[in-house]
């Protein structure tokens, strides 16, 4: 299949292409590398710099290369900084996935997947959290990924636009050895931990250890980037049979202490860390519940232990360490 990524050059992008491309499929990367990055994009893949902002762009990408479908990684990810600067967010965001919406149906597109957030899921009734649960976004970051959420779904009452709303946890690891995490700045946990045990920080900071989890700190489901790729193909495959949403995580939960201690075991480095004050918006847990898409797809996630999961990520940074030395 011919497939447009945007967002192709960006750490779950970027995985994804090179896991079509192993798969056989052809790949065209449409992305601004606001954040991505050239050397993340398998050589394979054609190649197009370009901003969603720019409708003539988008339009002319799907004239040339005529994809029969189209993934959507482009966009900004930061809960924080989307509480700072919400329109970077309700603007950005929206319109760019809107130019692509409506250019891609004025080009005869239908078959489409989004990376949606677990972010819709800041006061969770139960967990884990199945796609049952009430949507309530944490921050304009998810409330920017339920928008166009309900643009797919408007899309495929109004023009049978098939469409995956995949809705992620916390993506870690790395397709080692030679793709994995660079952000600029980093704010996730898994990466800052491995840049202390690389001596690139001096420690790190917990982000509170009196929540109410069985050590005190946060507990997440850290999904690995590589079963986050084969649910997005496996969606792909599966879209002639109709549009679907899903929680993607591995359904288990890991406290951030756990991960350090994971980290210390993997990395031989002692990794000082420091007990700091609440992050604000981090909820407690957040646990996906992943039964739908194992169910319909046969999705099955191969990194479901932390030290597994963590060693690749090692992998990648260890032998990384700048990164895609591109800054
Ligand atoms: N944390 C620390 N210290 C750090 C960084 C993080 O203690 O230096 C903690 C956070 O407080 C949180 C956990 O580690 O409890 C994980 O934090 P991340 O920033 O790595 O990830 P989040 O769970 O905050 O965010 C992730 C995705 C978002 C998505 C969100 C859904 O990165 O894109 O889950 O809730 F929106």
């Given at each position: 299949m011919k497939v447009l990524v945007t967002g192709g050059a960006g750490y779950i992008g970027s995985t994804v292409v090179a896991e079509l491309i192993r798969e056989g499929d052809s790949v065209v990367v449409f992305d601004n590398l606001y954040q991505g990055h050239k050397g993340a994009v398998h050589p394979e893949a054609t190649f197009i710099k370009g901003d969603?902002?720019?409708?003539?762009?988008?339009?002319?990408?799907?004239?040339d290369y005529q994809p029969e479908a189209i993934m959507h990684f482009a966009s900004h990810t930061l809960v924080g900084?989307?509480?700072?600067?919400?329109?970077?967010?309700?603007?950005?965001?929206v319109t760019n996935g809107l130019n692509l919406l409506q250019s891609a149906v004025d080009h005869g597109i239908r078959?489409?997947?989004?990376?949606?957030?677990?972010?819709?899921?800041?006061?969770?009734e139960r967990m884990p959290i199945d796609e049952k649960e009430r949507i309530v976004p944490g921050s304009p970051y998810g409330e920017s990924k339920y928008i166009i959420e309900r643009m797919l779904y408007w899309l495929d009452r109004v023009y049978g636009f098939r469409y995956a709303a995949l809705r992620y946890f916390n993506?870690?690891?790395?397709?080692?050895?030679?793709?994995?995490?660079?952000?600029?700045?980093?704010?996730?946990l898994i990466p800052i931990v491995l840049q202390v045990a690389l001596e690139q920080r001096e420690k790190v900071f917990i982000f509170g250890n009196d929540y109410d989890t069985p050590d005190g700190t946060c507990v997440r489901d850290y999904i690995h980037v590589l079963d986050l790729a084969q649910a997005h193909i496996l969606a792909l495959r599966a879209l002639d049979q109709g549009s679907r949403t899903y929680n993607l995580g591995n359904g288990q939960g890991f406290s951030v202490k756990e991960v350090i201690e994971t980290a210390r075991e993997v990395t031989g480095h002692p990794i000082p860390?420091?007990?700091?004050?609440?992050?604000?918006?981090?909820?407690a847990t957040l646990i996906a519940?992943?039964?739908?898409?194992?169910?319909?797809?046969?999705?099955?996630?191969?990194?479901?232990?932390?030290?597994?999961?963590?060693?690749?990520?090692?992998?990648?940074?260890s032998t990384h360490p700048n990164g895609y030395n591109d800054r």
């Open positions: 969603l902002n720019d409708r003539a762009a988008i339009d002319s990408v799907l004239a900084e989307s509480m700072e600067n919400p329109f970077l967010y309700l603007a950005e965001n078959k489409f997947i989004f990376s949606s957030t677990a972010n819709l899921f800041d006061d969770p993506a870690c690891g790395a397709g080692a050895p030679e793709r994995g995490e660079d952000h600029y700045p980093e704010y996730h860390a420091e007990i700091g004050p609440r992050r604000p918006g981090d909820p519940s992943s039964d739908k898409i194992r169910r319909e797809l046969g999705w099955e996630p191969k990194y479901t232990d932390l030290k597994g999961i963590i060693e690749t990520a090692w992998q990648w940074h």
